[in-house]
């Protein structure tokens, strides 16, 4: 990836980007070999290469009411890529996702990478709480 990029989409992909950091690999498949799905993903680089954000979304549906989501997703991470703090992106998620519903839903996962201090920070959306297991115990 170059700066400044948003890559991915809500159609067939299988491969590796490395980012300063950050390596990550997606692979993701429509259903039923559609061209486009309601799976959705992106990863952004900022202008200066620091900056890194994933956003995985399932959003309810297919075909033309999904894609225009999709288009929507990747405008505000375009919007977005030089933002260290990540509220600004899911709030604009928020109100995407809240135009679009009438009856449908959708979740979302965002993650935004501070390769200057190693720093991750994750925003689960329309998901349970996720589970966490700390190294050295035996429970969740």
């Known amino acids: 990836m170059v700066c400044q990029e948003v890559a991915g989409g809500n159609v067939a992909f299988e491969g590796g980007l490395a980012l300063p950091g950050l390596e ?21 680089s900022c202008a200066t290469g620091r900056i890194t954000r994933i956003l995985l979304a399932d959003v309810s549906g297919h075909g033309q009411r999904v894609a225009q989501t999709s288009a929507a997703l990747r405008d505000i991470m375009r919007r977005n890529v030089n933002q260290v703090d ?12 809240g135009a679009v519903s009438a009856g449908r839903f959708a979740t979302a996962f965002l993650a935004t990478f501070w390769e200057p201090t190693a720093r991750l ?5 329309g998901h349970p709480r996720p589970m966490l297991r700390r190294r050295g115990q035996t429970h969740w």
């Open 24 to 44: 990550a690999w997606v692979i993701t498949r429509p259903y039923k070999g559609q061209t486009g799905g309601g799976d959705v993903h992106y990863i952004s």
């Open 86 to 97: 990540q509220h600004r992106v899911l709030a604009a998620m928020n109100r995407e996702f």
């Open 121 to 125: 920070v994750l925003c689960n959306a």
